[in-house]
C-alpha cells in the first residue's frame, strides 16, 4: 500500500482494536486531512505518541527524530537543559505519511515556530474536566471565552477528542515563553475568582472538589498541546477538532468526532 510516495507497511495491523480501524485506515485519514492539518504542523516542532502495534498496547513518546529516519524530513536543533534534541518538522503531506507508518497516532505540536522558538505566536488553555463532567466543561468554555473577548482577544475553540477542551488564540511574536506564561496563569487565576464554583487552578486532581481545571502550563518553553485534526489514543479513534462557538451547545462529548465521522462534519461546515 502506497500513499504520498510512502510505503505504508503492515496495513491490515488493527490499531484502535473496539473498532477494528487499522493502519491503513489511520494512514488513509491523515491522507485526507493532510491539507486541513498541514497548516497547524506548519515549522512546528513535533513530539510524537506512537503506538507501532496498536493502542492496546503501551505507546511511547518521541521528541528526537530516529537516525533511521529519511533525509527528506526536515528538523530543528531545540536547546535543553541537558544539551540539545533534534526534533521533527512536518511541512508537508509525505512526511505526515512517513510519521504515521512509524506508528504515530498523535501528533503534538509546540506554541512557536522553528526560526523562532523561544516566542510562542498562540496562547493556550486547557478546560479540563472530572470524570462525566462535559456540560461543566461546556460551560467553563464560555467564561473563559467570555473573560478574554473583554480582554479584545479572540478565542478559538477545539475538542481535545479526549475529554476536555481547548481555547486557543494568536499573539503577536515579541514576549518570551515566561511572559506568556505568567499572563496565562493571570488569566486563569481571574477567570477562577469570576466562577469559583465552577473553575479552579489547582494542579492536584484531589484538590480540585469536582471542578474544572483550568490549565495554562502548556503555554511554557518545551510544552506541546495536541495538533488540530489529529487522531487521539483512545478506543473511540477521538479527533481534535476545530469548532465554532455555535457548535457548542450540541456538543455531546470531546470525543464526538472521530475517524469515521470527521469528514461528514468538514462536508457540512463547507458548503
Keep these: 500500500m502506497e500513499i504520498a510516495q510512502v510505503e505504508i507497511t503492515h496495513p491490515d495491523k488493527v490499531i484502535f482494536p473496539k473498532k477494528n480501524i487499522t493502519k491503513g485506515d489511520m494512514a488513509e485519514y491523515y491522507d485526507k486531512i493532510a491539507d486541513q492539518m498541514l497548516p497547524y504542523l506548519k515549522d512546528r516542532p513535533l513530539t510524537l505518541h506512537r503506538f507501532p502495534n496498536g493502542i492496546g498496547e503501551a505507546g511511547f513518546y518521541q521528541k528526537n527524530i530516529s537516525d533511521y529516519f529519511p533525509d ?3 528538523t530543528v536543533e ?3 537543559e541537558d544539551g540539545t534534541n533534534t526534533q521533527i518538522i512536518c511541512n508537508d503531506k509525505r512526511t505526515l505519511l512517513y510519521l504515521v507508518n512509524q506508528g504515530t497516532v498523535e501528533f503534538h505540536i509546540w506554541l512557536s515556530r522553528k526560526d523562532k522558538i523561544r516566542e510562542p505566536d498562540k496562547v493556550i488553555f486547557d478546560l479540563d474536566p472530572p470524570e462525566n463532567a462535559f456540560e461543566k466543561v461546556k460551560e467553563a468554555a464560555k467564561v473563559v471565552r467570555n473573560y478574554l473577548r473583554k480582554q479584545k482577544k479572540d478565542p478559538q475553540l477545539m ?4 475529554s476536555g477542551l481547548h481555547l486557543y ?4 511574536r ?4 515566561d511572559e506568556i506564561k505568567k499572563e496565562a496563569r493571570k488569566v486563569a487565576e481571574e477567570v477562577t475568582r469570576l466562577r469559583p464554583d465552577l473553575l479552579t487552578t489547582k494542579i492536584r486532581k484531589d484538590q480540585r472538589e469536582g471542578k474544572i481545571f483550568v490549565d495554562y502550563l502548556r503555554n511554557a518553553y518545551a510544552q506541546t498541546a495536541v495538533c488540530p485534526y489529529s487522531l487521539r489514543a483512545n478506543q473511540e479513534a477521538g479527533v481534535a477538532t476545530p469548532l ?3 457548535e457548542l ?8 468526532y472521530t475517524l469515521e465521522n470527521i469528514f461528514k462534519r468538514l462536508g457540512q461546515i463547507q458548503k
Design 72 to 74: 527528506y524530513i526536515k
Design 78 to 80: 531545540i536547546e535543553t
Design 159 to 162: 475538542t481535545t477528542g479526549q
Design 169 to 172: 488564540y494568536s499573539i503577536r
Design 174 to 177: 515579541g514576549k518570551d515563553f
Design 244 to 246: 465554532e462557538w455555535e
Design 249 to 256: 451547545s450540541k456538543l455531546e462529548s470531546a470525543s464526538f
